[in-house]
């Protein structure tokens, strides 16, 4: 798994869950995966538009997010 940060390539090792309301059911959870170097820039993007509900290490995705 690769962070969804652009242009990065490294190995991600957080998943920020998050929808956003006006397109998603309030239990539908989206996905971007992080690096340690971009976990808290992805997760203040998605918190300043109101979009993130958690942050998880990779291997607790659940299994319907995506």
Do not use: Y
């Not at 998943?15 to 959870?29: E, F, G, M, V």
């Not at 989206?30 to 979009?51: N, P």
């Amino acid at each position: 798994m690769v962070c969804s940060a652009k242009a990065c390539r490294q190995e991600a090792l957080w998943a920020l869950l998050w929808n956003n309301p006006k397109l998603h059911t309030q239990d539908r959870r989206k996905v971007w995966l992080a690096c340690e170097d971009h976990r808290v820039s992805l997760g203040d993007f998605l918190s300043l538009r109101g979009f993130l509900c958690d942050t998880v290490s990779v291997d607790a995705i659940p299994p319907d997010a995506g």
